[in-house]
């Protein structure tokens, strides 16, 4: 580290930026630190917080390969800064001194005097230097290999940014050859975030294995876990994002998973209502298979895939009807439905007034289904397909009309109805599966009872009407 720094550099050496590691690495620097944000670093702490990440690669000059007790930062280096001066191919045949020197050189940015004329790409300070693979993880995607044309010198950094980049990993979750991290465009969340990942990380460092949840998919729900323990009484105001990331030679990987946030509110909002917490639980019972743990796969569904999450819920509330000892239809259908209705509504931002219209739909089919005493299987099996759940609704259009309990009472369908059924773009799976659910929901209220034919083909509807890509068959 130079001696001095310029007078720019004094007060705030270290400044948030569009770059998302950059702005993790910022943090990161503040939380070891022990400050609650990156503008709160001055001189002293800068210093400190690089003298404290150069010391401890240093020492891992003492060891001869990566595969020595204690080797965690020179393991991770080669995932992170492939083609360092504390990973070069010969290193086994230099000598401690030798090793240990060559990281200090790497570690030491010039002296202000050697600085190029050029501002920092990240925040338009001066930068400190051009740099490269070797000091900077990928910048967007693994098609971004961070390598230099010739006649290129790099990406120029000031020393703010370069000291966020080498502080990054130390907020990292390092497991199965990856790296992942949490960011969010909320300081706060992020300041939350960041804080304890370091204190994972630094006691993995230590040769303690990392604290993960049991079940697989153990960074989603890491993600989700802090989501809902982050200050109950505020607001994520921002999406938050899972980053899982490799800069090695051998393979590179930049992967994004966003969660709006919308996502986020209602992750918090479920943990925080009890009967809506009750039928997440359910959901997770519902999910849990021999190698996936349920809270694991709702957990990748919320991260990874979100649109699925209808789908499950409507395998659950089947599941739960085939379940039921004796056949009838469950409680857990009516809080399910709700959470479905919730997800639609606050996630996938899909008209209120539109939903509310499928659920009275879905209750008006309920009530045929009793007045007629019409087998449940009848209605799953119209339901598999497209073209013959129209069909059903077409034919209970005609029974509603010769009911006596229908008369002087609203139409069973109405036109727009049927448009968001089956001719609303890409949206009209989800009123389908809502419509499904709320018939499942409005029997439960009704008391109605099933047989363990009926019982056993809901099961199956939901199998039936889902491919491996998620699309409803036709």
């Known amino acids: 580290m130079p001696a001095r720094l310029p007078e720019d550099f004094v007060d705030k050496p270290v400044v948030l930026t569009a770059h998302p590691l950059q702005r993790c690495g910022a943090f990161t620097m503040a939380a070891m630190a022990h400050v609650a944000h990156p503008r709160e670093v001055d001189e002293a702490l800068f210093r400190g917080v690089w003298q ?25 280096s080669y995932m992170l800064w492939p083609n360092s001066k504390m990973n070069t191919t010969n290193r086994k045949k230099l000598s401690y001194v030798e090793r240990a020197e060559a990281t200090k050189a790497w570690r030491t940015p010039p002296d202000p005097e050697e600085w190029p ?63 992942s991290v949490v960011h ?17 990380t630094r006691k993995q460092a230590w040769g303690r294995p990392p604290a993960l949840p ?70 997770e019972r519902a999910c849990t298979t021999r190698k996936v743990s349920g809270a694991a796969r709702l957990a990748r569904l919320l991260v990874a895939e979100p649109a699925r999450l209808p789908y499950t819920i409507a395998a659950a509330v089947h599941g739960a009807v085939d379940g039921a000892k004796p056949a009838r239809v469950p409680a857990v259908a009516v809080g399910l439905c709700e959470l479905l209705s919730s997800y639609l509504t ?16 879905g209750a008006r089919a309920a009530e045929l289904i009793i007045a007629q005493s019409l087998s449940l299987k009848k209605f799953t099996v119209a339901y598999r397909r497209t073209g013959d759940l129209r069909r059903w609704i077409n034919s209970q259009s005609v029974a ?75």
Not at 53 to 58: F, K, Q, S
Not at 184 to 198: C, E, P
Not at 349 to 355: A, C, D, F, G, S
């Open 184 to 200: 969010s465009w909320d300081d706060d969340f992020l300041a939350a975030s960041t804080y304890r990942q370091v204190e994972h």
């Open 400 to 474: 509603w009309l010769t009911a006596d309990f229908a008369k002087k009472r609203e139409p069973f369908i109405e036109p727009r109805q049927i448009k968001l059924l089956f001719e609303y773009g890409d949206q009209a799976w989800l009123y389908r599966n809502l419509f499904f659910t709320a018939v499942i929901a409005e029997l439960h209220k009704r008391g109605y009872a099933t047989d363990d034919e009926d019982a056993a083909d809901a099961r199956d509807t939901v199998e039936s009407t889902q491919t491996e890509d998620g699309d409803e068959e036709e």
């Open 214 to 283: 049991p079940g697989g998919f153990e960074r989603e729900q890491l993600v989700l876990e802090g989501i809902r323990r982050y200050r109950p009484r505020t607001t994520v105001s921002a999406d938050v994002s899972l980053l899982v990331f490799t800069n090695s030679n051998k393979e590179q990987e930049f992967t994004e998973y966003q969660l709006s946030q919308s996502m986020t509110r209602w992750v918090r909002t479920v943990s925080l209502r009890p009967r809506w917490s009750a039928s997440y639980a359910e959901l």
């Open 346 to 361: 606050e996630v996938m931002r899909m008209p209120e007034q539109y939903l509310r219209e499928i659920e009275q739909l």
């Open 52 to 76: 404290e990440m150069t010391t401890t690669l240093v020492k891992m000059a003492e060891l001869p390969d990566a595969k020595e007790p204690g080797a965690f930062w020179l393991s991770l």
């Open 117 to 179: 004329q050029a501002p920092c790409g990240l925040c338009a300070r001066q930068a400190c230097g051009f740099f490269g693979k070797v000091d900077v993880v990928l910048a967007a995607s693994a098609e971004y290999r961070n390598t230099t044309v010739p006649g290129h010198d790099g990406l120029a950094l000031c020393v703010g940014c370069l000291a966020s980049f080498y502080a990054l990993p130390h907020g990292c979750l390092v497991h199965r050859g990856r790296l």
